[in-house]
């Protein structure tokens, strides 16, 4: 990688050098500048320093970018539904029951995987340039990042929260109107596998509104303006209308009163939540330019809303 080279500002004088080169350098995250410092990969007027040692300025700052491995994952021949490709990042139409990355219980046949076999320079980018997941039940449309680069700039806009998602969901019940729920997500108390709303937890806010409504279901269109991990799942059972499919905070399957057999048969058989990612909103890290996606409603989800739809139909006529 290329050598990069500056001189410190002299407004920058008693700050500390992890701090300055983090503003000198945007395109690399502190963690890894703070790396860089530490083995030695940065000098500063010909000398080695501490992340924390204080700058005076007008030094001559040399740093030497490294590749790195962050851990040996597998490479996988499986097939990625592309959306698009450039030299910098990949939009990705994931399928349901695909894990996003290798973990316990489940370390081959993930997307990192995939991704690995299409691009093996991800192997230097952090989590294989995955920098938002989808849980492995979710579908729809997700962005990684092929430069570290590229990477650290997808970072910072989701921080911001500037990246635009949107998702479909379908929930039980019939819901009146759109709305906002906040609620602080974090550890459920008891069962610490699950999230929940609690007065602790980090602070999340999800919007959502009337798609179509059905006897006993609705679809929603949602946005999200944080990123909590299972957000849109624990904020739509927190307001009483779960997820349809969704075994973990949807509880036991309900089917609708006089439902068609067609409709029985249609919920029984759907095994996840319903939920889709199907728009994707974001600034291109090379060139600022905002861009757009859209994800086809995928085939499972698509066909329960049909039988939806007729089950509604043949309500009507009764």
């Known amino acids: ?36 410092i530490k083995q030695g990969h940065v000098t500063v007027d ?22 790195e491995v962050e851990q040996t994952f597998s490479a996988e021949a499986i097939p990625l539904d592309i959306v698009f490709e450039d030299d910098y990042i990949l939009i990705i139409n994931k399928p349901p029951n695909m894990v996003t990355h290798p ?5 081959r046949g993930t997307l990192l995987n995939a ?14 340039g995955i920098v938002h ?13 092929k430069t570290l680069k590229a990477h650290t700039h997808l970072v910072k806009q ?15 019940g019939q819901v009146i109107a759109g709305g906002t729920v906040e609620g602080d997500i974090g550890r459920h108390h008891v069962d610490r596998k699950r999230m929940a709303v609690v007065d602790e937890g980090k602070a999340a806010v999800t919007h959502y509104r009337v798609e179509q409504r059905f006897r006993e279901h609705t679809l929603l269109r949602v946005s999200l303006e944080t990123g909590r991990t299972h957000q849109i799942r624990v ?48 600034q291109h890290p090379q060139t600022g330019g905002d861009m757009q996606w859209q994800a086809p409603m995928p085939d499972d989800m698509q066909a329960l809303i049909d039988v939806l739809q007729q089950d509604t139909a043949a309500a009507r006529h009764v």
């Not at 500002?9 to 995250?29: C, H, I, M, T």
């Not at 989701?158 to 039980?172: I, W």
């Not at 399957?253 to 409709?263: H, I, M």
């Open 1 to 36: 990688m290329e050598k990069l080279t500056c001189m410190i500002p002299e407004e920058n004088a008693g700050q500390r050098l992890d701090q300055v080169l983090a503003g000198l350098f945007p395109d690399y995250s502190r963690a890894r500048l703070q790396r860089w």
């Open 46 to 67: 010909g000398i080695q320093m501490r992340p924390r040692d204080a700058v005076h300025g007008g030094e001559q700052v040399e740093v030497v970018p490294q590749q």
């Open 103 to 107: 973990g316990a219980g489940n370390w």
């Open 115 to 128: 991704l690995l076999h299409h691009v093996p320079a991800l192997e230097s980018v952090p989590r294989a």
């Open 133 to 145: 997941r989808l849980d492995k039940d979710t579908s729809g449309l997700m962005v990684v990042a």
């Open 158 to 172: 989701l921080q911001a929260r500037s990246v635009k998602r949107e998702y479909l969901a379908l929930v039980q």
């Open 235 to 282: 904020h739509m059972a927190h307001i009483h209308h779960p997820i349809q499919g969704d075994a973990v905070y949807g509880g036991r399957l309900k089917l609708p009163r006089g439902a068609t057999p067609e409709l029985t048969s249609q919920l029984r058989a759907f095994k996840r939540q319903a939920l889709h990612a199907v728009r994707l909103g974001l």
